[in-house]
């Protein structure tokens, strides 16, 4: 294993996670907030799972988005 390349790919990989997810949440809470279906004082348990089939790992990750 070249461990370069792989430190590499997997910071890449984190990046564009990371990235897309913020993206997707700041839409979906803009969304929210047009339709008025929230206030913007909520607190939304949030959950990610990563899964790498190859490896057999599935991790479930469990937090809090706060608004206000």
Not at 24 to 41: R, T, W, Y
């Amino acid at each position: 294993m070249n461990e370069e390349t792989f430190n590499l790919s997997l910071r890449k990989f984190l990046k564009k996670v990371g990235v897309s997810s913020q993206n997707e949440i700041e839409k979906a809470v803009a969304q929210a907030l047009a339709d008025k279906s929230i206030s913007g004082n909520e607190k939304f348990p949030a959950t990610m799972t990563l899964e790498v089939a190859g490896i057999k790992l599935n991790v479930k990750f469990e937090g809090t988005i706060e608004l206000e």
